[in-house]
């Protein structure tokens, strides 16, 4: 069973930046897919963003610009930077990855963004 651990979470005010980083139990390398998903309660999880094996990135077209999703296999890690932070993207932030068709997830991690 592998293991997601989302971080890098907290408090940020309106326009500023913050950077999560989700590390796995195992080796990424073999990794078909990570992602990065947010859901605030009572909506719908939400796609953010995607890294391939390959390294191809994709992202849900509101997000674009404004995050940035990378992996470190050497480190087992994922990467989402986020700038221009807005209220709206109060939620929190869940990591999800596998290899077809196992698909696991973090436990969250929540970015509040507020003055």
């Known amino acids: 069973q592998v293991q997601l651990v989302e971080s890098g979470g907290g408090l940020v005010q309106p326009g500023g930046s913050l950077s999560l980083s989700c590390t796995a139990s195992?080796?990424?390398?073999?990794?078909?897919?990570m992602r990065w998903f947010r859901q605030v309660p009572g909506k719908q999880r939400e796609f953010i963003a995607s890294?391939?094996?390959?390294?191809?990135?994709n992202y849900a077209n509101s997000m674009k610009g404004r995050f940035t999703i990378s992996r470190d296999n050497t480190k087992n890690t994922m990467n989402l930077q986020m700038k221009s932070l807005k209220p709206e993207d109060t939620a929190t932030y869940y990591c999800?990855?596998?290899?077809?068709?196992?698909?696991?997830w973090g436990q969250g991690t929540q970015v509040t963004v507020s003055s």
């Open positions: 890294i391939a094996k390959t390294g191809t990135t």
């Open positions: 999800n990855a596998g290899r077809v068709p196992y698909s696991y």
């Open positions: 195992d080796s990424i390398a073999s990794f078909d897919f």
